[in-house]
Antibody, heavy 116, light 107 residues
Framework: QVQLVESGGGVVRPGRSLTLSCAAS????????MQWVRQAPGKGLEWVAF????????FYADAVKGRFSISRDTSKNMVLLEMNNLRADDSAIYYC?????????WGQGTQVTVSS | IVMTQSPATVSVSPGETVTLSCRAS??????LAWFQHKPGQAPRLLIY???ARATDTPARFSGSGSETEFTLTITSLQSEDSAIYFC??????????FGQGTKVEIK
């Protein structure tokens, strides 16, 4: 059974850092493109970051480029999102998802609140 | 590519049919997916490639369309279908983009 479980969210002050984790089960994260998607309060879904098969193939939304970094921990079958220099407009529920075309599996999300 | 969904909210009685719309700002051929999202749950893939049902998607859910105009039709609506439905394009990425969602309420 394919499952994705996000963790690591919380309340953080502007300018600080946070790392989100996505634990996968039922498949290997090495075999799929993996995504992070977020949803701010009252807003629609916004794609954040993608990692392809090769570690060097990563893409980021313009809003997070240079501040966020996506990676894999293959030993734990996890995908990570390191978020630096956080801003108030980064506050959202962050979802991990599988796929490079349609996203065929999602987690339930983890809440990130950036506030002083 | 901007994805626009309509209506924002629709209220339907059980057993009725509802049609949701998703429009792309440019042609995406049939590279479109539909999702169901209930509060506190993981979004669920319903339809991919505009009209193909994902595994375990009930037959009362059907997708159609191509280029810039797409629809998701739910027939014989059930109470469990109360959710937000959103579309996603994967024709030209990055970025992958989503519609803002349509909330389906059951009367």
């Amino acid at each position: 059974q394919v499952q994705l479980v996000e963790s690591g969210g919380g309340v953080v002050r502007p300018g600080r850092s946070l790392t989100l984790s996505c634990a996968a089960s039922g498949f290997s994260v090495n075999s799929y493109g993996m995504q992070w998607v977020r949803q701010a309060p009252g807003k629609g879904l916004e794609w954040v970051a993608f990692i392809w098969f090769a570690e060097s193939d990563k893409f980021y939304a313009d809003a997070v480029k240079g501040r966020f970094s996506i990676s894999r921990d293959t030993s734990k079958n996890m995908v990570l999102l390191e978020m630096n220099n956080l801003r108030a407009d980064d506050s959202a529920i962050y979802y991990c998802a599988r796929g490079a075309t349609e996203f065929d599996a999602w987690g339930q999300g983890t809440q990130v609140t950036v506030s002083s | 590519i901007v994805m626009t969904q309509s209506p924002a909210t629709v209220s339907v009685s059980p057993g009725e049919t509802v049609t949701l719309s998703c429009r792309a700002s440019q042609s995406i051929t049939t590279n479109l997916a539909w999702f169901q999202h209930k509060p506190g749950q993981a979004p669920r893939l319903l339809i991919y490639d505009a009209s193909a049902r994902a595994t375990d998607t009930p037959a009362r859910f059907s997708g159609s369309g191509s280029e810039t105009e797409f629809t998701l039709t739910i027939t014989s609506l059930q109470s469990e279908d109360s959710a937000i439905y959103f579309c996603q394009q994967f024709n030209k990425w990055p970025p992958w983009t989503f519609g803002q969602g349509t909330k389906v309420e059951i009367k």
